[in-house]
């Protein structure tokens, strides 16, 4: 089944128009690549997907679980069980690992936050992502690859049906790369659908079901991997345009 359409999405920078008629179909429980080079749109489209840029300020439609979503905001989104973890991440770097799962929406008992209580729920949210280290340490005093894992844990504690990752991996080492992937891989088993911007085609490789690409804000074609394989030529020619010498 499909979990979400993206239906002509057009968005206007003042002097850039960023995507012009993108479509982009996801089905539930895959993990969708979306490749391109820099300025391609990448991040634009699953910014509109978010709300981040909200309802109005693009052309096209959202079609999310059924129906048309008009997000006014990242907070409907992610009510809607859609998150995203942007290529900058978003964490707090003098707090805790546990304030920044949190953030706001800490467990209370009586009115108080209930340190106990987050700290055993921030344990279990990072065993799900693999992240080993005492709740308490702050962000700072870990490394790119374990704060990109306390972002996802973050996603957890939102109850996330749709995770999005903008190049996830650009500044993790290979170690740190193989165990986000393989996290991807464990999520989609347990039914969770992830969409990730990448243009390292090795891992988009390793683990997508589907590959859109885009060039200057257009969607160029979408391939099934299983259907049509990873044809390294058919995506790099996709997302520069041009015919390749010699490869
Ligand atoms: P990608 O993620 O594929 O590298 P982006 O979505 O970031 O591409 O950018 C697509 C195009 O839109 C680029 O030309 C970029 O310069 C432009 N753009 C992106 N964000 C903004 C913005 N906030 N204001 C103006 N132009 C932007
Ligand atoms: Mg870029
Ligand atoms: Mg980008």
């Known amino acids: 089944p499909i979990l979400l359409e993206m239906r002509s999405i057009t968005k206007e920078f003042p002097g850039v128009k960023a995507l012009s008629d993108v479509n982009l179909v996801v089905r539930a429980g895959e993990i969708h690549a979306i490749c391109g080079e820099n300025g391609a749109g990448k991040s634009t489209l699953m910014k509109v997907l978010s709300g981040v840029y909200p309802y109005g300020s693009y052309e096209g439609k959202i079609i999310y679980q059924g129906s048309e979503s008009k997000f006014s905001d990242i907070r409907a989104s992610e009510n809607a069980g859609i998150v995203i973890i942007h290529q900058e991440l978003a964490l707090i770097p003098g707090m805790s690992i546990a304030e920044n799962i949190f953030l706001g929406n800490e467990p209370r008992k009586r009115g108080a936050i209930d340190w106990k209580a987050a700290n055993r729920m921030a344990l279990d949210l990072m065993a799900r992502v693999g992240l080993q280290e005492n709740p308490d340490t702050l962000i700072k005093d870990i490394g790119v690859g374990k704060q990109q894992l306390v972002e996802i844990a973050k996603a957890f504690a939102k109850d996330v049906k749709l995770l999005i990752l903008d190049e996830p991996t650009a500044a993790l080492n290979e170690a740190d790369s193989r165990h986000l992937l393989d996290l991807l891989r464990g999520f989609r088993s347990r ?49 520069v345009g041009r015919e390749l010498s010699s490869r």
């Open 191 to 239: 039914g969770i659908t992830s969409i990730m911007i990448s243009h390292k085609l090795n891992e988009i490789e390793a683990i997508a079901d589907q590959i859109t690409i885009l060039r200057d804000g257009r969607t160029v074609e979408t391939l099934d991997v299983k259907a049509d394989g990873v044809d390294e030529d058919r995506i790099v020619r996709g997302m």
